[in-house]
Every structure is written in structure tokens, then in C-alpha cells.
């Protein structure tokens, strides 16, 4: 799985004088390792969700994909879903999605008085 720029950059800052069994994501606060039970305490608490760590968060990450209009077939590889299928349930259109797609056409047509006409914005 392919590491964000940051988190790639926080990996090589922190590989340095550290053995094998280090840990490499650290809490600049308690300067201790997360734990999953830590994660998992601050996610519900945060997202008010019934479900785990893992499951939200990665319902989270491919959701995101899916809003910054990633191809499918990138988006079931970094899922790594065995179906494309899969990967599709997320591809769901929220009402602020429709809308960006709609406000992206450009056309507009006022409806005043029984008059209208179609423009270009631009």
C-alpha cells in the first residue's frame, strides 16, 4: 500500500536509530506508540459511529476517493478489493457531489415571468 507524502515523510524521520520492532507512528504528546485500543477510543468518540477503527476509517478513505473523482479501478486496487463490484457500493453521489456536478455545467436558465434563456457562465 503506497504511503502519503506525509506519512512517508514521518516513516523516515522516525526509522532513524530504530530497531526492527519499533514502532514508527508516535504520539508527540506521550512520545508512546498508538495502540488500537487508543485509536479506536478517540475514533468513537470523534465520529459518534458504532463501528471499528478499521471498518470507518476505511469506508472513510474510499469514500474519499470516490469525492476527488478517483478512477474505480485505482480506487479497488488501493481498497484491495478482488471486485470491482465492491469497491462500486461506495460510489454513491452525495447531494453536495450532484450538485458541484450540476454548478460545473455552467448553464444557467432563469425562469422569471415565463421568460428564459439558456447561457454559457465563461
Same mark, same amino acid.
Given at each position: 500500500?503506497?504511503?502519503? !507524502?506525509?506519512?512517508?515523510?514521518?516513516?523516515?524521520?522516525? #526509522?532513524?536509530?530504530?530497531?526492527?520492532?519499533?514502532?514508527?507512528?508516535?504520539? %508527540?504528546?506521550?512520545? @508512546?506508540? +498508538?495502540?488500537?485500543?487508543?485509536?479506536?477510543?478517540?475514533?468513537? =468518540?470523534?465520529?459518534?459511529? !458504532?463501528?471499528?477503527? +478499521?471498518?470507518?476509517? $476505511?469506508?472513510?478513505? =474510499?469514500? @474519499?476517493? #470516490? %469525492? %476527488?473523482?478517483? /478512477?474505480?479501478?485505482?480506487?479497488? %486496487?488501493?481498497?484491495?478489493?478482488? !471486485?470491482?463490484?465492491?469497491?462500486?457500493?461506495? +460510489?454513491?453521489?452525495?447531494?453536495?457531489?450532484? $450538485? !458541484? #456536478?450540476? /454548478?460545473?455545467?455552467?448553464?444557467? #436558465?432563469? =425562469?422569471?415571468?415565463?421568460?428564459?434563456?439558456?447561457?454559457?457562465?465563461?
Amino acid at each position: 500500500m503506497p504511503l502519503s !507524502d506525509t506519512a512517508l515523510e514521518i516513516v523516515k524521520r522516525n #526509522v532513524k536509530d530504530k530497531t526492527l520492532d519499533a514502532f514508527l507512528f508516535i504520539n %508527540e504528546t506521550t512520545n @508512546q506508540h +498508538y495502540t488500537a485500543d487508543n485509536l479506536w477510543r478517540v475514533w468513537h =468518540i470523534h465520529s459518534g459511529l !458504532d463501528v471499528s477503527f +478499521y471498518e470507518g476509517s $476505511r469506508h472513510s478513505f =474510499i469514500t @474519499q476517493l #470516490v %469525492e %476527488e473523482n478517483t /478512477n474505480p479501478l485505482v480506487a479497488k %486496487e488501493l481498497a484491495r478489493h478482488t !471486485d470491482l463490484r465492491t469497491t462500486q457500493r461506495y +460510489y454513491h453521489a452525495t447531494s453536495s457531489k450532484l $450538485r !458541484d #456536478v450540476v /454548478n460545473k455545467r455552467g448553464k444557467v #436558465v432563469p =425562469i422569471d415571468g415565463g421568460k428564459t434563456a439558456v447561457t454559457d457562465k465563461g
